[in-house]
């Protein structure tokens, strides 16, 4: 009776959200030289130097003057033409046109648990594109980013402002230090020159706690972003355990056995990108998370 008992006051609290607005939330401040709003990363100072620009400030506006305007846009380097999303990131970006893989690392330090995203948005996607939005709650443990919470959604073709919200899922029960969130104009692993996504009024809802009282299986995941090799690690060893790995289409793309307490997986083959990743153990409730292939 005391365990259900603490277990229901733990939900409860787990439960006590406030709002917060983002940093330039609104999009109403912006770097005019290189078309970027303040507080916020995109691909322009890189696709810049082709003299493209995949996110540019809007006057079709939620609230206020301007929203952020991202467009997948066709880039010519070195002779090679390729598709580029338009892209948002309280994170730093980085693009390496050679290759087209991209990367995010950094983000909003925030000692608090996000519950929830909220936002504003227009699409209008090519040949059934949609857009994509994913956030992720993280601390840094000895360089080692230790991912707390995560959440992601696609946004379909929407002609008038649409409200949308993405739910962040709990890895564990631990206080992060960083929050980001992603915003990207195609969500597909193949992007759609011509692809539009306008977003505007974005806030968060924050936990003042969370119910750790559920016994969970801790795990490290990294490097995170990654080229060719991605490691797991935990400090309980199992012979029962099972690693799958999904893209942003919920596709599985691998599966294995993870004996023992380290596992590497092969990511070469993987096209660049999102993607999620969960580890089922029948001694332990299930653990899942996000990773990037550059």
């Given at each position: 009776m005391k365990k259900t008992a603490l277990a229901m006051i733990g939900l409860f609290i787990a439960s006590f959200a406030?709002?917060?607005s983002l940093p330039n939330h609104d999009f109403e401040v912006w770097d005019e030289l290189i078309s970027e709003p303040e507080?916020?990363?995109?691909?322009?100072?890189?696709?810049?130097?082709?003299?493209?620009?995949?996110?540019?400030?809007?006057?079709d506006a939620y609230s206020g003057s301007y929203s952020a305007r991202l467009e997948t846009t066709k880039i010519n380097f070195l002779g090679s033409e390729?598709?580029?999303?338009?892209?948002?990131?309280?994170?730093?970006?980085?693009?390496?046109?050679?290759?087209?893989?991209?990367?995010?690392?950094?983000?909003?330090?925030?000692?608090?648990?996000?519950?929830?995203?909220?936002?504003?948005?227009?699409?209008?996607?090519?040949?059934?594109?949609?857009?994509f939005v994913f956030m992720y709650n993280y601390k840094m443990n000895d360089g080692v980013?230790?991912?707390?919470?995560?959440?992601?959604?696609?946004?379909?073709?929407?002609?008038?402002?649409?409200?949308?919200?993405?739910?962040?899922?709990?890895?564990?029960?631990a206080v992060p230090d960083t929050f980001n969130v992603v915003i990207?104009?195609?969500g597909d692993q193949t992007p759609s020159e011509g692809s539009v996504l306008l977003v505007d009024n974005l806030t968060i809802e924050i936990n003042t706690a969370v119910d750790e009282l559920a016994e969970q299986l801790k795990v490290e995941v990294y490097p995170n972003p990654t080229e060719n090799s991605l490691y797991f690690r935990t400090k309980e060893s199992s012979s029962s355990r099972k690693l799958s790995i999904f893209n942003t289409q919920g596709q599985k793309v691998k599966e294995t056995?993870?004996?023992?307490?380290?596992?590497?997986?092969?990511?070469?083959?993987?096209?660049?990108?999102?993607?999620?990743?969960?580890?089922?153990d029948d001694q332990l409730l299930p653990v899942s998370g996000l990773f990037i292939k550059q």
């Amino acid at each position: 009776m005391k365990k259900t008992a603490l277990a229901m006051i733990g939900l409860f609290i787990a439960s006590f959200a406030f709002s917060q607005s983002l940093p330039n939330h609104d999009f109403e401040v912006w770097d005019e030289l290189i078309s970027e709003p303040e507080s916020w990363s995109t691909p322009n100072p890189i696709t810049g130097l082709v003299l493209v620009k995949t996110v540019t400030k809007s006057d079709d506006a939620y609230s206020g003057s301007y929203s952020a305007r991202l467009e997948t846009t066709k880039i010519n380097f070195l002779g090679s033409e390729f598709d580029v999303p338009g892209m948002l990131t309280l994170g730093e970006f980085e693009l390496n046109l050679s290759d087209t893989s991209y990367g995010f690392s950094g983000g909003y330090y925030l000692q608090e648990n996000v519950s929830r995203l909220n936002g504003m948005y227009k699409y209008t996607g090519v040949d059934g594109d949609s857009a994509f939005v994913f956030m992720y709650n993280y601390k840094m443990n000895d360089g080692v980013m230790d991912t707390i919470g995560y959440g992601y959604k696609h946004l379909h073709d929407a002609a008038e402002w649409t409200s949308f919200s993405v739910d962040m899922q709990y890895i564990s029960g631990a206080v992060p230090d960083t929050f980001n969130v992603v915003i990207i104009s195609s969500g597909d692993q193949t992007p759609s020159e011509g692809s539009v996504l306008l977003v505007d009024n974005l806030t968060i809802e924050i936990n003042t706690a969370v119910d750790e009282l559920a016994e969970q299986l801790k795990v490290e995941v990294y490097p995170n972003p990654t080229e060719n090799s991605l490691y797991f690690r935990t400090k309980e060893s199992s012979s029962s355990r099972k690693l799958s790995i999904f893209n942003t289409q919920g596709q599985k793309v691998k599966e294995t056995r993870f004996m023992g307490t380290k596992k590497r997986i092969e990511t070469y083959e993987l096209p660049s990108g999102v993607y999620s990743y969960q580890i089922q153990d029948d001694q332990l409730l299930p653990v899942s998370g996000l990773f990037i292939k550059q």
